[in-house]
């Protein structure tokens, strides 16, 4: 599904809504600078096919998670904007719980183990 | 000489005839490859180079089409099982009628009035979701619902007061009874499928591609 040479494609595939959620939840965005921003704050590690996004973006706008509406470039021309609803804020969090939970069973573990 | 609008345009048709289809979807994706190609040629990059790579990162059409397809499924399945519930009833009413006329020995001016009656309360059933996109969407939820009760409501009231005030004055009620039987359906069809598009949300419209033209 995705292309990542640095990061697993399963991960990248798991953690593709977490991380959309995470950037709508500090507001209003559209996919093209959501990518951007996700490649941008990974330096690069975390890639996906550009198009494969929109997929993403639409199951979740079907879960009832985010909204989408249309509106203007600064050239003029139409972009589709998404934001966060109420439903995807609680999913939000519900997926930072799990993840940080993840992350801290791990670091757990890789600390006992190297040091 | 490289024509960078003819090149997204045929872009464009290759995905519309690889089976990407929904208007909606293709000017997302066109409006992504269109930023993506100025971002590039804004830091110096002509434009056929910056085209090739738009068209390199985005992905081969097919994968995207099956993700695009999971994403649609449940929606398709339910609106293929609304159609086969929609036909057998329609099939349904259409037979009743047709047995229910033919036995009775109507005029041909009563069977006009007759077949009508049954071919608007279908149009209205089956064409609904066409007058959608026409009616406003209300913001919140409570008045929606009640909007739409009301709407219900005001149909099986107005067909009661036709059965109740309007009917007696009828003479030969017996020979046109079914006609006016399934005229007193008419209204309660039209305010409830007034009702159910009234109680619709922007993401319900949405869900069944209903929207209202951007």
């Not at chain 1, 593709?16 to 709508?24: F, M, R």
């Not at chain 2, 045929?10 to 690889?18: D, I, L, T, V």
């Not at chain 2, 409570?142 to 036709?162: H, T």
């Not at chain 2, 619709?200 to 069944?208: G, K, L, T, V, Y």
């Given at each position: 599904?995705y292309?990542?040479?640095?990061?697993?494609?399963?991960?990248?595939?798991?953690?593709?809504?977490?991380?959309?959620?995470?950037?709508?939840?500090?507001?209003?965005?559209?996919?093209y600078?959501?990518?951007?921003?996700?490649?941008?704050?990974?330096?690069?590690?975390?890639?996906?096919?550009?198009?494969?996004?929109y997929?993403?973006?639409?199951?979740?706008?079907?879960?009832?998670?985010?909204?989408?509406r249309?509106?203007e470039?600064?050239?003029g021309?139409?972009?589709?904007?998404?934001?966060l609803?109420?439903?995807?804020?609680?999913?939000?969090?519900?997926?930072?719980?799990?993840w940080?939970?993840?992350?801290?069973?791990?670091a757990?573990?890789?600390k006992e183990?190297y040091? | 000489?490289?024509d960078?609008?003819?090149a997204?345009?045929?872009?464009?048709?290759?995905?519309?005839?690889?089976?990407v289809?929904?208007s909606?979807?293709?000017?997302?994706?066109?409006s992504?490859?269109?930023?993506?190609?100025?971002?590039?040629?804004?830091s110096?990059?002509?434009?056929?180079?910056?085209?090739?790579?738009?068209?390199?990162?985005?992905?081969?059409?097919?994968a995207?089409?099956?993700?695009?397809k999971k994403?649609?499924?449940?929606?398709?399945?339910?609106?293929?099982?609304?159609?086969?519930?929609?036909?057998?009833?329609?099939?349904?009413?259409?037979w009743?009628s047709g047995?229910?006329?033919?036995?009775?020995?109507?005029?041909?001016?009563?069977q006009?009035?007759?077949y009508?009656?049954?071919?608007?309360?279908?149009?209205?059933?089956?064409g609904?979701?066409?007058?959608?996109?026409?009616?406003?969407v209300?913001?919140?939820?409570?008045?929606?619902?009640?909007a739409?009760?009301?709407?219900?409501?005001?149909?099986?009231?107005?067909?009661?007061?036709?059965?109740n005030?309007?009917l007696p004055?009828?003479e030969?009620?017996?020979?046109?009874?079914?006609?006016?039987?399934?005229?007193?359906?008419?209204?309660?069809?039209?305010?409830?499928?007034?009702?159910?598009?009234?109680?619709?949300?922007?993401?319900?419209?949405?869900?069944?591609?209903?929207?209202?033209?951007?």
């Amino acid at each position: 599904m995705y292309s990542a040479s640095m990061i697993r494609k399963e991960l990248v595939a798991a953690s593709a809504e977490p991380l959309i959620l995470a950037l709508l939840s500090e507001g209003e965005s559209y996919g093209y600078a959501i990518l951007q921003e996700i490649k941008a704050r990974s330096q690069g590690q975390l890639q996906w096919t550009d198009g494969m996004l929109y997929p993403v973006l639409h199951r979740m706008e079907r879960k009832g998670w985010i909204k989408a509406r249309w509106g203007e470039s600064d050239t003029g021309r139409k972009r589709k904007y998404y934001s966060l609803k109420k439903n995807g804020q609680k999913a939000h969090e519900t997926h930072r719980d799990q993840w940080l939970k993840v992350h801290s069973v791990l670091a757990g573990l890789w600390k006992e183990k190297y040091v | 000489m490289f024509d960078l609008e003819h090149a997204v345009s045929e872009w464009r048709r290759q995905w519309a005839g690889s089976g990407v289809k929904a208007s909606e979807i293709l000017d997302e994706l066109e409006s992504h490859l269109r930023e993506d190609i100025q971002q590039q040629m804004r830091s110096g990059v002509s434009p056929q180079q910056a085209f090739d790579a738009a068209l390199q990162r985005f992905g081969r059409y097919q994968a995207l089409k099956t993700e695009f397809k999971k994403v649609s499924g449940d929606t398709e399945v339910l609106g293929m099982l609304m159609v086969v519930i929609c036909t057998i009833l329609a099939g349904f009413i259409v037979w009743m009628s047709g047995y229910t006329f033919l036995q009775m020995e109507l005029s041909p001016s009563e069977q006009i009035i007759a077949y009508a009656a049954v071919a608007f309360t279908l149009l209205v059933a089956c064409g609904w979701r066409y007058a959608v996109p026409f009616l406003p969407v209300i913001a919140s939820r409570g008045k929606r619902m009640g909007a739409g009760l009301i709407c219900i409501v005001s149909g099986v009231v107005l067909s009661n007061l036709f059965c109740n005030f309007i009917l007696p004055h009828f003479e030969n009620r017996d020979q046109q009874l079914p006609a006016i039987g399934f005229w007193a359906v008419f209204p309660i069809a039209v305010f409830a499928c007034l009702g159910l598009a009234l109680m619709m949300s922007a993401d319900d419209r949405a869900h069944w591609k209903m929207r209202r033209s951007q």
